[in-house]
């Protein structure tokens, strides 16, 4: 049988030509609204407005932070934008350059409206409180100014609009313009109190029929290009049909809750976003004032300790804690000042290797020597937890432990269960209090070992005035113990307020709380004491835990229910020879008794009451502190953020996954077993189609040639494809390794000129 030769394909496709069909005629004049936009792109904008809107009103709803301005201007102005530049054909680069040109200067703009002052003061004082938030960043610093997070909100809102509309109506792609606002809508929706989720349900609908108007306007463009004839009404009777189906899918969705208060929305999503936001999980610091919307326990025990704005006391029971007497149960204590709260400093490490049970942390010899007196909790979880409490200087403990110190191994900061302790799980703890009397404490050493140092750390920009006040309040007194009574005093004349705003950004908190609020509640107060005893040269470091009141006792029984209303700080003031001492500056608080008489000091440690009472062993092996107590945290409020973030990476990686996925399945769609030459000439023609040289079905390969040799000139030899693959197709010859070579050579020109033009995006 004779192979037909390229001439007489040639001809036959002339003949094709002249009987081809005659084209559609254009759409009638009423399917016309106006000339730049259709009606069937009308409809579709109205959806997009809707389901973005919705996500935008959610996100407004949520009052994550009192600075953040309406999103709906950025929303409008980045729909309106993406659709003008989609509709007008410019080139892709330049019109993106454009988008964020124009974005940017809204964006600072509307979150500037924010601030008070002039426009150019308000600008200014925007680009000055990201440069601190920054600084505060990239230097282990905390920030409590929400305006950062108010400007990546808004950022996000205008380029997620902006790529909706062009997404949309330029590349006819609605997952592209769906994706990243449901990922929003789910990340909002999973930080609020558990309900049904009309906004859910909303963007849903909008999202099914969006997609089938998308596809159904990508087609009836193709078929315009192609002259092929389709009904005007199509577009309707699709809508029908997704409307129904869309009804039925969402009545299936709707007897699933979301929310955090469901448990199903909220696990789900702390799951995928674990991997990545527990890396990211330090940028709480830096986003300390953001309303997580679950509550929550006022500390974290973390590596910080933002002084944070209002907070809220209660939520349910934390722990049973059997006492002989209520007190205070420390945590965890923070030695490094920032003018934004606290952080674990430098010198405090963390054991690599496991403390074992009930071996001691200090000598009997030492606590008997420094006038204290033991003390013993035993603790029932209710809650997860990954800290244990000690009522004073811990001694022992009954299960394996991490020990987070100081530059000293018996000064202990906290410590750490080797694995996270469940609800239910029971320890014991024995630790010492100062028992030294008031005379004691007057007469103690004023000289301090160079291990303290850290205890008298202060910001270099430390305002002048809360020295001032320091010295003022402390005039009469002549030893370090009524130095720090006197301030205890002052102090406690400050009110009780949980409900303040956090210091303005470059104001120390400190100082805030001291000459402008005169009113705070606990953090506040024992941070002013820290803070006032240092500049006076004394020791003195924050602790914070719970304190056991009287009334949280259990009738009847030694047994005090803690909560989160438990949650207290307070300072501890170092007196060398008889170690860290509290004091209570805060009035909502009775004051710690001590006795006015050396005699108190008879009752002190009895090495008895404890196991082991021997020799204190080196620590074993530790490195910093601050990561592994970030990595611990059990109560997802401190990590908001970064799961704000991990969502975002973890939709970014998914659609990056769902494109290198699609982009497979169109490459290699079909060529398998295909002959060299084929699979060359379709994998031109499908990288044509997305350079958009475009070539339409029913061309011919010689048309499809022409179309080619026009679009790119620069190809050399690009006839050979075309040659290579009637020969292949029709003619069922093999090609030689030279004519093979020959081929791959002008594929490679031609694949790499098309893939120039489409990351050109001309």
């Known amino acids: 049988m004779r192979q037909a030769s390229w001439d007489e394909i040639q001809r036959m496709e002339e003949i094709f030509r002249a009987r081809r069909d005659v084209p559609a005629p254009p759409p009638p004049r009423w399917m016309k609204v106006f000339s730049f936009f259709s009606w069937e792109e009308a409809v579709t904008l109205l959806i997009v407005l809707i389901a973005f809107l919705d996500v935008v009103q959610s996100i407004n709803t949520a009052d994550w932070v009192p600075e953040m301005p309406s999103l709906f201007t950025m929303a409008f102005l980045g729909l309106g934008l993406g659709l003008l530049l989609a509709r007008l054909g410019l080139p892709e680069l330049p019109s993106h350059l ?22 150019s003061s308000r600008v200014s004082d925007l680009f000055d409180r990201i440069y601190i938030w920054g600084e505060a960043l990239f230097t282990g610093g905390i920030s409590n100014d929400n305006i950062p997070f108010a400007l990546l909100v808004v950022s996000a809102t205008y380029l997620t609009a902006y790529m909706s509309a062009w997404s949309i109506f330029r590349w006819y792609n609605a997952w592209v313009g769906l994706i990243p606002g449901g990922l929003a809508l789910l990340t909002n929706l999973s930080y609020l109190p558990g309900q049904k989720s009309v906004p859910l349900i909303i963007y849903l609908f909008c999202a099914i029929i969006l997609v089938a108007r998308v596809n159904l306007l990508r087609s009836a463009r193709d078929w315009r290009q192609q002259r092929t004839r389709y009904p005007d009404t199509i577009s309707l009777h699709v809508l029908n049909v997704t409307v129904w189906v869309g009804i039925g899918l969402l009545a299936m969705a709707w007897i699933l ?125 209710t809650r997860k937890s990954n800290v244990i409490v000690s009522a004073g200087q811990p001694l022992s403990v009954s299960v394996d432990t991490r020990v987070v110190f100081g530059a000293d191994q018996a000064d202990i900061a906290s410590l750490r269960p080797v694995s996270t302790l469940a609800e239910g799980d029971q320890y014991r703890v024995d630790s ?216 975002v990476i973890v939709g970014l990686l998914a659609l990056s996954v769902l494109a290198f996925a ?41 048309e499809i040639l022409e179309r080619l040799r026009r679009e790119l000139p620069e190809v050399e030899d690009i006839d050979y494809l075309g040659a290579s693959f009637v020969r292949s197709r029709y003619g069922q010859k093999e090609l030689s390794a030279e004519e093979q070579e020959r081929l791959t050579a002008v594929w490679q020109r031609a694949r790499n000129t098309l893939l120039s033009r489409f990351l050109r995006l001309k």
């Open 98 to 119: 454009f988008a964020l040109v124009v974005g940017a200067a809204g964006v600072v703009l509307n979150v500037a409206g924010q601030l008070q002052g002039s426009l």
């Open 257 to 381: 809750p979301v929310g955090h208060g469901s448990g199903l929305l909220y696990s789900a999503w702390q799951r995928a976003t674990a991997p990545i936001a527990e890396p990211l999980s330090d940028l709480g610091r830096v986003f300390s004032a953001i309303n997580s919307k679950k509550g929550g326990s006022v500390h974290q025990f973390g590596s910080t300790l933002p002084l944070r704005g209002e907070v809220t006391l209660g939520g349910g029971p934390l722990m049973e804690v059997t006492a002989t007497e209520p007190g205070l149960l420390r945590a965890q204590t923070y030695d490094y000042y920032l003018r934004e709260g606290w952080k674990v400093g430098p010198s405090v490490k963390i054991t690599s290797g496991t403390w074992p049970a009930l071996k001691v942390l200090q000598t009997a010899a030492e606590a008997q020597a420094q006038r204290r007196r033991p003390v013993s909790v035993q603790v029932t979880t």
């Open 432 to 647: 010492t209090v100062s028992a030294a009397s008031e005379g004691q404490l007057r007469g103690a050493p004023t000289t301090y070992p160079s291990w303290l140092d850290p205890y008298l750390q202060l910001p270099s920009d430390l305002p002048r005035n809360i020295r001032v006040q320091a010295a003022q309040q402390t005039s009469q007194a002549s030893n370090p113990y009524d130095r720090a009574v006197a301030i205890e005093r002052y102090l406690r004349t400050f009110a009780i307020d949980t409900k303040i705003r956090p210091a303005p950004p470059k104001r120390d908190s400190v100082e805030y709380f001291l000459f402008d609020l005169r009113r705070g509640y606990f953090d506040y107060h024992a941070s002013a004491m820290v803070v006032m005893l240092r500049t006076l040269g004394i020791p003195a470091r924050l602790a914070v835990g719970y304190v056991i009141r009287p009334e949280d006792r259990v009738q009847g029984t030694s047994v005090y229910m803690v909560s989160d209303a438990n949650s207290f700080a307070w300072p501890e003031v170092y007196f060398p020879g008889l170690g860290w001492v509290e004091f209570n500056p805060t009035p909502s608080e009775p004051l710690l008794v001590r006795s006015d008489t050396d005699a108190a000091g008879g009752d002190i440690f009895d090495p008895s009451v404890f196991l082991d009472p021997g020799a204190l062993d080196a620590l074993p092996g530790a490195g910093a502190a601050g990561p592994a107590l970030d990595a611990l945290q059990i109560d997802e409020e401190s990590n908001t953020v970064s799961r704000i973030i991990g969502s």
């Open 662 to 702: 699609i982009f497979q399945y169109s490459w290699q769609r079909g060529l398998r077993g295909l002959a060299y030459p084929v699979q060359v000439w379709e994998k031109t023609l499908r990288l044509a189609k997305w350079a958009r040289v475009r070539p339409l079905p029913q061309e011919t390969p010689h």
